[in-house]
């Protein structure tokens, strides 16, 4: 009777952490486009693909693994990871660690004063410029001469020091912030990202991957990991840190619940909202949130979409108009095709699969 007190107790624990998700419908689903997606991304196709995982209204439609991967490994997603910034920024602010995104960071950082290049507009950058990676600071990954390119940051002990201690940009090409849809000059800007981390852990007045084991982590379950810091051991948020699949699969979801898992608001439906609406233009048909990729995908017809992007082509998906969640790992590093591999997969089998479940 004990052995059968305990076994139904774990079933219902398992349950729990997992009733966001359904896993068991994995298995029963027998979709013919799915089937021919599971055939080309087997044959090489689209190279490196390491895991594809679909889930729609909380059932997993689809879930495979790719080149030697299995549902134990962990993913080295690259910047998708600077997302975790975000909901940890919200997080703060329900806690009321932060009192607004639009705090000054020299709020948090005063220990970090005085600061190389001076100048007045610096000491106004909040932590939404961060977020939306849009401050005056003249740094951008994609420019390899950048003053605050990644690469130089990485060989400075001081990752935080180095972001503020870079000079103002003079915006010599393309229109000034002013000019921009949103009033905001995209720049995409690794340093910036990490920094977020700093300001948080000064906020919360504890160490960073605690508050997140606490208040993230445990409430999903969230239990198989590895995290990179800093050479200063503060949690990066410029990216790397390796998740599974099924656990990229929940921090996505929780976007598409606005938020909520197991019927608990583990962050605020109003953040995830302020974080997945445009603040920043990036190209024609990508614009930017709160280290969100904003994009619209499909064949026939287009559904707004928010995202984890890194590196390789690497994403974690949401879609709440077909309350759609997804993620695709890669190791297609510096690979130029590697986003256009995972937007083809979204746009030619995984939209008009869920397009037409939706109906």
């Known amino acids: 009777m004990r052995f ?17 998700l359904n896993f068991s419908t994995t298995s029963t689903t027998n979709i013919p486009l799915l089937n021919k997606m599971d055939s080309v991304v ?11 995982l679909i889930a729609k209204d909380g059932d997993v439609l689809f879930e495979k693994y790719y080149n030697k991967n299995d549902v134990n490994s962990k ?56 977020l939306t990676m849009s401050s005056i600071v003249e740094c951008n990954d994609w420019n390899q001469f950048s003053r605050g ?18 000079p103002v940009y003079s915006y010599p090409w393309g229109p000034k912030p002013e000019k921009q849809p949103y009033g905001r000059a995209f720049s995409y800007c690794s ?4 920094l977020v981390a700093e300001v948080l852990q000064n906020a919360v007045k504890n160490d960073l991957t605690e508050f997140a084991k606490t208040n993230l982590f445990e409430p999903l379950a969230i239990k198989d990991y ?26 996505i979801q929780l976007c598409t619940n606005k938020g909520q898992w197991n019927g608990k608001q583990l962050i605020s439906s109003s953040w995830i909202e302020k974080a997945s609406t445009p603040k920043a233009t990036i190209r024609r048909d990508t614009e930017y949130g709160y280290l969100f990729w904003l994009k619209s995908f499909g064949k026939d017809k287009k559904y707004k979409s928010f995202y984890m992007s890194g ?38 089998f995984i939209i008009p699969v869920v397009e037409e479940l939706k109906e």
């Open 75 to 130: 993913h080295n997603t690259r910047s998708a990871t600077k997302t975790m910034a975000t909901l940890l920024t919200g997080i703060a602010l329900d806690k009321g660690h932060i009192t607004s995104e639009n705090d000054k960071i020299f709020e948090y950082l005063q220990h970090k004063l005085p600061v190389k290049n001076p100048d007045k507009r610096k000491e106004e950058i909040t932590i939404e410029d961060l």
């Open 226 to 251: 590895t995290l990179h810091y800093t050479p200063h051991k503060i949690l990066n948020t410029a990216g790397g840190s390796e998740y599974r699949s099924r656990d990229l699969l929940k921090l």
């Open 149 to 166: 390119n990644e690469e130089r940051m990485y060989i400075i002990e001081d990752w935080a020091q180095f972001y503020l201690d870079l």
């Open 4 to 20: 059968t007190f305990v076994t139904i107790v774990s079933f219902f624990c398992v349950l729990e952490a997992y009733s966001q």
């Open 191 to 194: 340093a910036g990202a990490a």
């Open 42 to 52: 087997a044959s090489g196709k689209y190279e490196r693909i390491t895991s594809i």
């Open 311 to 348: 590196n390789g082509g690497n994403k974690a998906l949401a879609c709440p108009e077909l309350n759609m969640s997804v993620v695709i790992t890669t190791t297609n590093y510096g690979n130029s095709e590697g986003h256009w591999y995972t937007d083809d997969i979204l746009n030619s």
